[in-house]
T-cell receptor
Framework: QKEVEQNSGPLSVPEGAIASLNCTYSDRGSQSFFWYRQYSGKSPELIMFIYSNGDKEDGRFTAQLNKASQYVSLLIRDSQPSDSATYLCAVNINYGQNFVFGPGTRLSVLP | ETGVTQTPRHLVMGMTNKKSLKCEQHLGHNAMYWYKQSAKKPLELMFVYNFKEQTENNSVPSRFSPECPNSSHLFLHLHTLQPEDSALYLC??????????????FGPGTRLTVL
């Protein structure tokens, strides 16, 4: 069974701090990794994807991938109250068409 | 607005009813997806269509029947559902179901309640 795990939270951080969201996956054949943000009552929207080991930065967001440890994370710098949402980690296996999502981590950024 | 629309937005149906969910994408994409999102459970991929051909069926019960008449439209036909099928059903599209770095765009979802 292919699994993607995330802490459900809520993760609370003060405004301006760095929020760190973590995701682990079980299938070593996983090739690409996605972070989605989902506001309450809305559909998921893609923040960024990563498929190479190391860091990938996009604005205030940095994704980090460590395939040896089967671990991917998302850092949000200078967190804003508008970042309060559920963050979903998704894994694609062998560049196929099957995406496995984690349960999501609820982030709350306190003003 | 992501360019993916879904109708209806809310649906209440009895276990003996037959209904259909509709998804339309205006992005010129070639791949479309159905997902189920239940409370306190991860988002579950149900079906994938790539260039109108079904390429994934993740062991979904036959009471859910997908249809993809063209690359812009996707339907999910529902019949004899169970109360545990109550969930948010999300449609998504992407340029092409390559996996890799293909970005999926989600519609707003249909909130389904089965009585």
């Amino acid at each position: 069974q292919k699994e993607v795990e995330q802490n459900s939270g809520p993760l609370s951080v003060p405004e301006g701090a760095i929020a760190s969201l973590n995701c682990t996956y079980s299938d070593r054949g996983s090739q690409s990794f996605f972070w989605y943000r989902q506001y309450s009552g809305k559909s998921p929207e893609l923040i960024m994807f990563i498929y190479s080991n190391g860091d990938k930065e996009d604005g205030r967001f940095t994704a980090q991938l460590n395939k040896a440890s089967q671990y991917v994370s998302l850092l949000i710098r200078d967190s804003q109250p508008s970042d309060s949402a559920t963050y979903l980690c998704a894994v694609n296996i062998n560049y196929g068409q099957n995406f496995v999502f984690g349960p999501g981590t609820r982030l709350s950024v306190l003003p | 607005e992501t360019g993916v629309t879904q109708t209806p937005r809310h649906l209440v149906m009895g276990m003996t009813n037959k209904k259909s969910l509709k998804c339309e994408q205006h992005l010129g994409h070639n791949a479309m997806y159905w997902y189920k999102q239940s409370a306190k459970k991860p988002l579950e991929l149900m079906f994938v269509y790539n260039f109108k051909e079904q390429t994934e069926n993740n062991s979904v019960p036959s009471r859910f029947s997908p249809e993809c008449p063209n690359s812009s439209h996707l339907f999910l036909h529902l019949h004899t559902l169970q109360p545990e099928d109550s969930a948010l059903y999300l449609c998504a599209s992407s340029q092409e179901a390559r996996g890799g770095t293909d970005t999926q765009y989600f519609g707003p979802g249909t909130r389904l309640t089965v009585l």
